[in-house]
């Protein structure tokens, strides 16, 4: 309880919780549960969303929230769609890396988790669209290929490792010439 204490206090600050909530939740421990921590990011979620404009502040207090559940509850079973949800508040905040490293992260704690190939894959499309290491994201869609030849991201891999080679330009002109050859082929020209 000691441990997760800085977690509620962070977690009903940030949800506009007064300080008799926190004090309720320090004196009662069946309030610090999984689902109570996981109803307060959602509000929290929905506090922010509900903005059209990016809110930096509170991106970032919902990034440390995601995360502080993570180490509070590891075996739960919404910790790596939070730190999935910390990785894209990570790419927003123009910070990449950080979100590799989340996606690391669920990768080794995680290898077993039914969505684990979205974070093979992710890694992938950062590595090529944000950091513009392709290299790197060949390597990151052939782990997807080899991993999950089969899933629809699979498949999808293979296709992004054919045409990394190409700028955009030269990705637009191949598929106009291939749309063209196609209907040639089926007018009967």
Request: negative net charge.
């Amino acid at each position: 309880m000691r441990q997760l204490l800085p977690l509620i206090v962070l977690l009903l600050a940030a949800c506009g919780g007064s300080d008799t909530a926190a004090d309720n939740a320090q004196g009662d421990s069946t309030l610090v549960t999984p689902a109570f921590m996981a109803g307060r990011i959602h509000a929290m979620e929905d506090s922010i969303f509900a903005n059209p404009a990016f809110d930096r502040r509170g991106a970032v207090a919902l990034l440390d929230v995601y995360q502080a559940y993570a180490r509070a509850y590891p075996s739960d079973s919404l910790s790596p769609e939070y730190l999935v949800r910390a990785a894209g508040i990570q790419r927003n905040l123009k910070d990449p890396q950080a979100a590799i490293d989340l996606f690391d992260r669920i990768i080794r704690d995680y290898p077993n988790w039914k969505d684990v190939v979205v974070c093979y894959y992710q890694k992938g499309i950062i590595y090529q669209d944000d950091l513009k290491q392709l290299g790197a994201a060949k390597t990151a869609y052939e782990e997807v290929v080899r991993r999950f030849p089969d899933h629809v991201f699979g498949q999808e891999a293979k296709l992004i490792i054919d045409n990394l080679q190409y700028s955009n330009e030269e990705l637009i002109e191949r598929y106009r010439k291939q749309n063209e050859q196609a209907e040639a082929q089926g007018t009967g020209r």
